[in-house]
């Protein structure tokens, strides 16, 4: 058993979940192999064979995942851990961090992406979403037998199979394996003794870090952020306010408004240096309602004004 505590934040070997890839190397690349893919068709399906080397990146932020696992992992998700030795089934929610140590050589399962729309084209599927299965309060992570892991795998081949078919509403049907998946794993008892609780303020605080890491870079003048203030990520992880800043600064010395400040300040920065965008366009997409409000902020943290650090740069 791995003791927990004598890891810290930065020295956690984390993977990008079926990936086989550190998240750190993964998290600035431009869109990956599969982005394009899953978001033009609404989904992709995959056999996970690490034997063979071959790993698949993606945006976990953009989609919904379903995956079949035999191996051993320790998965990280929201602010609890699960360590698991045998066949489990994964649910992923784009909008919880989670993450996974691999810590057996070889893996083995199969994996859908599948974007919310795909599945809500379906009355009765959207609704499967806000199953536990899928939210942070709820049970991500089942352990199956031998005989469960035949039938759903099983699932699997026929969806990977029917992808690559002509077949007019080939979507109808991959949409309704994952539909029977998702049933088959709600009848089934919740794997809760996987949790491990320890550390709780380290897991938050990790958590939390990643959270506010997933919103940048900023790519796009007509989306801006939507988590800006303490008590937004709070929400988010459906923990109280007070709890997250306690973590947060026990374990990093830095308050949760400090870090959300710091990281829109280094990303103005990149804007202002790298970007043509003007002042205005840059303080919408980092969620000011007004410019004046961004130069204000940004003249209060770092003694300049935006414009003066574009200036400097030209």
């Given amino acids: 058993m791995l003791d927990r505590k004598q890891i810290s934040l ?20 431009p869109t990956s192999d599969f982005d394009t893919e899953v978001k033009l ?12 080397g071959k790993g698949h990146s993606y945006s976990r932020k953009d989609f919904y995942k379903i995956s ?5 992992y320790i998965f990280h998700y929201a602010d609890r851990s699960f360590e698991t030795n045998e066949t489990i089934l994964f649910f992923g929610n784009p909008h919880i961090p989670y993450s996974c140590e691999v810590i057996s050589a070889t893996n083995e399962g199969y994996a859908s992406l599948f974007t919310e729309d795909f599945l809500k084209l379906s009355e009765r599927s959207g609704g499967l979403l806000q199953s536990p299965l899928f939210k942070i309060g709820g049970t991500p992570i089942l352990a199956i037998n031998k005989e469960q892991k035949k039938d759903i795998a099983a699932i699997f081949q026929k969806m990977i199979a029917e992808q690559d078919t002509d077949y007019l509403y080939k979507d ?12 088959e794993a709600l009848k089934m008892q919740p794997s ?10 380290a897991r938050i605080t990790s958590v939390f870090l990643e959270l506010l890491e997933r919103q940048f870079p900023v790519e796009s003048t007509e989306h801006p952020l939507e988590l800006k203030a303490a008590q937004d990520f709070a929400k988010h992880l459906s923990v109280h306010v007070n709890y997250l800043n306690s973590a947060v600064k026990e374990i990093t010395g830095k308050t949760t408004t400090e870090h ?18 003007n002042i205005a366009e840059i303080a919408y997409a980092l969620g000011f309602e007004y410019p004046t409000y961004f130069n204000n902020f940004f003249k209060k943290k770092t003694g300049h004004i935006p414009k003066s650090i574009r200036a400097a740069h030209l």
Avoid: C
């Fill in 10 to 29: 930065q020295e956690v070997n984390t993977f990008d979940f079926l990936n086989f890839a550190p998240m750190n190397k993964q998290r600035r690349t």
């Fill in 68 to 72: 079949l696992n035999t191996g051993k």
């Fill in 172 to 183: 109808e049907i991959i949409r309704n394996y994952i539909n029977l998946i998702i049933h």
């Fill in 41 to 52: 068709k609404g989904f992709k399906a995959y056999e996970i064979d690490s034997k063979t």
């Fill in 192 to 201: 809760e003794g996987y949790s491990q609780q320890k550390n709780a303020a």
């Fill in 260 to 277: 959300i400040a710091e990281r829109i300040i280094s990303e103005a920065k990149a804007l202002l240096q790298h970007t043509d965008w």
